[in-house]
């Protein structure tokens, strides 16, 4: 598959105010070719009805081999709301969507997490990449100072995933 380079990400020395929005989901094995296809095909009907970069991954090593995630860079919550109320509204987006129920095995995950720092110095999106996402149980409170999720430690629980293009 290949990627499209996103906007340059700040090293972690700079001021860093970004979020990282990544649906994925699982690949029907039956229908292999066609899904990769649609995951690119995709991507480019959103970088042409909002504006908004796409990255296609294949993801390894931390989710389901065959998972494709699509992943964006966006400033914030807001700009995150209106991205999706534009794709909302968009009935081409929908049917597309609905056309390709078949190459997957299932309901598209959603994660939305704030960027904290990279490592390196940024500015590519490379051929692997490794992701360490705060991962907290649905009983584990929020702390009401952050929006980092917490466990009884105070530490946010990390999983590691990388992903390969």
Do not use: C
Not at 62 to 87: C, K, N, P, Y
Not at 111 to 129: C, D, H, R
Not at 139 to 158: F, K, L, M, N
């Amino acid at each position: 598959m290949r990627v499209r380079t996103a906007p340059a990400v700040p090293h972690r020395n700079e001021e860093l105010t970004m979020h990282l929005f990544n649906r994925l989901n699982s690949r029907n094995p039956e229908k292999a070719l066609d899904d990769g296809v649609f995951a690119l095909e995709a991507a480019d009907f959103v970088l042409k009805a909002t504006g908004q970069d796409i990255n296609v991954w294949a993801s390894v090593y931390g989710r389901a081999l065959g998972t494709i995630s699509w992943t964006t860079q966006v400033e914030s919550h807001a700009a995150m709301a209106a991205f999706g109320d534009q794709l909302g509204a968009d009935s081409e987006y929908h049917e597309m969507i609905a056309d390709a129920a078949g190459l997957f095995t299932g309901l598209p995950e959603d994660n939305f997490s704030e960027v904290l720092g990279v490592a390196g110095p940024g500015g590519a999106v490379g051929k692997i990449v490794s992701l360490v996402t705060p991962n907290a149980p649905a009983s584990r409170a929020v702390s009401s100072d952050s929006t980092r999720p917490a466990t009884s430690s105070g530490r946010a629980q990390r999983t590691p995933r990388s992903v390969v293009v």
